[in-house]
């Protein structure tokens, strides 16, 4: 398959994400998330199957990915059916602000500036709009049901931080 082709898979699995993620809220989430990346890595299976050498993984390896790529899910499908999905898919998108943030404390050599202290208050200021304006619309959630905009912030710093 080109190298075209499979990046507008990805793009296709990844806009799709969040909405399956809301419609199939009634699977708990840890198989939900086991789903998903089973059907995320079909398109690399005859690659892996060809080279078992492939299957011989570092155990921090391993490690990190489970807590990138299943944390990120995992988080993110609890997220989407305890937060209105739409406000809980953009607390999600805060993860490049994290990224931003987070790249002074991770990565030597970088600092924090002015410029990306006022660039975090204003993306967490859009978000916390996002919640606050989910709590005024009909979205049909329960009134203690906004405790999900934690998982989804969790779900942001794993990927930022993967």
């Known amino acids: 398959m080109s190298p075209t082709l499979n990046a507008l898979a990805a793009i296709a ?10 419609s ?4 708990p989430p840890f198989l939900l998330t086991g789903l998903a990346l089973i059907i995320g890595s079909v398109l690399s299976w005859p690659l892996a ?5 492939a299957w011989a993984v570092p155990a921090r390896t391993l490690a990190l990915g489970v807590y990138g790529l ?14 209105p999905p739409v406000e809980a898919n953009l607390v999600n998108y805060l993860w490049p602000l994290f990224m931003v943030v987070l790249a002074p404390v991770l990565l030597p050599g970088m600092s924090l500036r002015r410029l990306h202290v006022v660039a975090a208050l204003l993306g967490f200021a859009g978000a916390a709009i996002a919640i606050l304006g989910a709590r005024g619309s009909d ?3 329960a009134a203690g049901s906004y405790w ?4 989804a912030l969790g779900s942001a710093f794993i990927w930022a931080s993967y």
């Open 70 to 83: 299943f944390g990120f899910h995992f988080l993110l499908f609890i997220a989407l059916r305890h937060a």
């Open 24 to 27: 199939l809220a009634h699977l």
């Open 49 to 53: 199957l060809r080279d078992r050498r």
């Open 148 to 151: 999900g905009f934690l998982p």
């Open 139 to 141: 979205s049909g959630a």
């Open 13 to 22: 699995l990844w806009a799709t994400l969040a909405s399956l993620g809301a």
